[in-house]
């Protein structure tokens, strides 16, 4: 195999040359789509997904999955508000997005020790604490949408790391917001890459039973995976708050599907054992550009959920038929080189 | 200003209070109707403006008149206070359902019961004496794009939204308005198809960003959802164009304030609940003494003074207009 091919068959090499593929398309349907302004919106239109899809990964790499957790980042982003708003106290921004995280933290531990502690199936835990989360924050929170949040949280909004004008002379600006995502992303890679505890995950993930006989004590470990993934998720959530202005709790829940499929896209599977922070970016990269060019394409609206679908089905099926082809080959090599 | 409307409306609590006091009082007069209003959920702000309704109809007619509502918007716990309300015998129950199909066997109950049941918000609702609805969907699809035709001046680019390309209500007020538009303002064009929001504010942004990429030229935007104008109105103001591109839609000022004051959204429009709950209790007051409603009847509630009458569904034309001035009038 030629260095080329080899590329292509990992994943993230297949999620690449889709991305890159989808935006020669766009860009000969319309030249408008080749700008640093395109750019700067996908970034910041892939600001949340990418923070979940993080968490998200790092749970797929354990071999589990997390659907509850835009339920969590919803109650956190709404419950911080809540609290800010109730002492009324001037509190630095960076206060808003720790309290948003300890919540998050908080709700993970529900799930971890669901999940660690009594060993249920991931999904069943999550699809139960998905709408347990979202129940309780709509019955005991309120259903009532902020839209007087802290002069904090607007100045923050209004803090702009770039701005520029695009070719029809209106402005893009990228966020202070997106700090967070480069955050989160610098401290998880280093938790995944640098870590024993990150080894451990990937360990977990590969099989639990010879994780369990090299001595990991799984439990704990799995424990702090959701811990750590819930307060990331209580990060998107408060992030969430700074782009859109309000605290609507009936936000972030419906886009689980959306950030997995990023996942899976980035090269984590659902089996476990796979999942890289890098590639994870690009799988959200890959779907926020799907999900917010389509109108630009001139897809109709009908036709863009079926399009999001395919492109879905594709990018995430042709890794394994790539990865099985591969496999077929070398099987069917193997008897001849012995001959 | 606030203050001042705090006291007025204490004021008026207080003076119904006073009155439905000494309604209880003349308890056995036989003219009094007992009417229970059940909405889909109590304690938010949309039904507690409801809740002012029924109360002024109670002060004002000396009707026992009377709202309740579930702490969830559940179909099932709706069902068991209509349970309840038919095992006391109430005269009429009037009712805002949060799934028509769940409820329609317990009102068809209530109805064998000799209860009148009055509908809102629910016009596919078999099991009724009447349904009252703000308004017919087509003619509050052309009175919005009558709007946004005339902030544009009556040409240019414009986009619509939807909730959801699922929502019956949504489809049929932009279907009728870009009908509309078609018909009157000809200098106007639909650059694309309805855009789905999924009545998220930032789906809404993000489609918004995405349209004046796409179409530089855009002029106007109507939403349907609430979350539609506001996420509009954000892509709009990030990008420097406030004022080039009006906005126009269905939204409440408790979600849509922050941006009608700074006019980066011309108008919302949406009905008043308090209006709808005096038209219901007047409706169903009709129904007990026996009195018929008839197409154009004025039932001497502000919205509905002409009444359109199809089948037992009776429609106003009960939509407020709020633009930056009228704002501080409306506190849900």
């Not at chain 1, 989808?22 to 892939?46: E, K, M, S, Y």
């Not at chain 2, 038919?86 to 769940?102: C, G, L, R, Y």
């Not at chain 2, 040409?155 to 538009?181: C, M, P, R, S």
Request: glycine residues 10%.
């Amino acid at each position: 195999m030629n260095a080329l091919a080899r590329i292509f068959a990992t994943p993230q090499g297949i999620v690449f040359f889709v991305a890159v593929l989808f935006a020669l398309v766009l860009g000969l349907i319309n030249p408008a789509f080749f700008t640093p302004a395109t750019l700067i919106d996908l970034a910041r239109n892939g600001l949340v997904t990418g923070i979940f899809a993080l968490g998200v990964m790092m749970v797929l790499a354990s071999g589990g999955i997390d659907v509850s957790h835009t339920a969590i980042g919803a109650f956190a982003m709404y419950a911080t508000m809540k609290i800010v708003l109730g002492i009324d106290l001037d509190l630095p921004i960076i206060a808003y997005f720790v309290i948003a995280a300890i919540i998050g933290a908080g709700l993970g531990l529900i799930n971890g020790v669901l999940i660690g502690g009594l060993g249920l199936n991931t999904l069943i835990v999550t699809l139960g604490t998905l709408s347990f989360f979202r129940g309780a924050l709509l019955t005991f929170l309120g259903t009532t949408y902020i839209t007087s949040v802290p002069r904090e949280v607007i100045n923050f909004s209004r803090t702009i790391l770039i701005r520029i004008e695009n070719a029809v002379g209106q402005m893009v600006s990228l966020p202070a917001s997106f700090l967070v995502l480069v955050a989160v992303t610098i401290v998880l890679a280093i938790i995944m890459n640098f870590t024993v505890f990150g080894r451990k995950v990937y360990a977990i993930g590969g099989s639990e039973e010879a994780a369990q006989r090299i001595g990991i004590r799984i439990r704990r470990v799995k424990v702090l995976i959701y811990v750590i993934a819930g307060a990331i998720a209580g990060l998107a959530g408060m992030t969430h708050v700074t782009l859109s202005r309000m605290a609507n709790p009936f936000d972030l829940v419906g886009m689980e599907l959306n950030v997995i499929a990023a996942v899976v896209l980035g090269g984590a599977r659902i089996t476990g054992g796979h999942g890289t922070v890098l590639g994870t970016l690009l799988g959200v990269f890959v779907i926020t550009m799907i999900n917010t060019t389509l109108l630009m394409a001139g897809v109709p609206s009908y036709w863009q959920k079926f399009v999001i679908g395919c492109l879905i089905i594709v990018g995430t099926g042709l890794p394994i038929v790539i990865d099985r082809l591969a496999r077929h080959r070398q099987r069917m090599k193997r008897p001849l080189e012995a001959g | 200003m606030a203050l001042n409307l705090r006291k007025l409306t204490a004021g008026v609590a207080l003076g119904a209070a006073l009155i439905v006091g000494a309604g209880a009082v003349t308890h056995a007069q036989d003219a009094k109707h007992s009417i229970v209003t059940v909405v889909k959920l109590s304690g938010i702000a949309w039904f507690n403006r409801m809740e002012e309704g029924v109360k002024e109809y109670a002060a004002e007619t000396g009707h026992d008149a009377t709202q309740v509502g579930p702490a969830s918007a559940d179909a099932a716990l709706q069902v068991q206070m209509i349970e309840d309300l038919i095992a006391k015998k109430v005269d009429a129950i009037t009712v805002v359902p949060n799934s028509p199909e769940a409820l329609e066997p317990v009102l068809g109950k209530a109805l064998d019961a000799g209860i009148k049941v009055v509908g809102h918000e629910a016009s596919s609702l078999q099991n009724v004496t009447y349904d009252v609805e703000a308004f017919d969907n087509a003619a509050y699809g052309r009175h919005l794009m009558e709007a946004l035709a005339q902030a544009m001046g009556g040409e240019g680019e414009y986009a619509v939204f939807v909730g959801h390309l699922t929502a019956k209500t949504h489809n049929e007020w932009v279907d009728a308005a870009i009908e509309y538009q078609k018909e009157k303002y000809p200098n106007m064009t639909l650059v694309t198809d309805k855009l789905e929001s999924n009545e998220q504010q930032q789906t809404a942004y993000q489609k918004t960003k995405e349209l004046l990429r796409t179409y530089p030229n855009l002029k106007g935007i109507q939403g349907s959802a609430g979350e539609d104008v506001v996420g509009a109105a954000l892509a709009v103001e990030e990008a420097g164009l406030d004022g080039k591109v009006k906005i126009v839609g269905t939204s409440l000022v408790s979600v849509a304030g922050p941006y009608l004051e700074t006019g980066a959204i011309n108008m919302i429009s949406f009905w008043d609940p308090a209006k709808a709950g005096i038209a219901m209790n007047k409706v169903a007051s009709m129904a007990i003494e026996g009195k018929e409603i008839t197409d154009g009847m004025d039932l001497g509630v502000e919205g509905y003074n002409a009444i359109k009458l199809d089948g037992k569904v009776l429609y106003g034309q009960a939509w407020v207009d709020v633009t930056t001035d009228n704002m501080n009038e409306y506190d849900f």
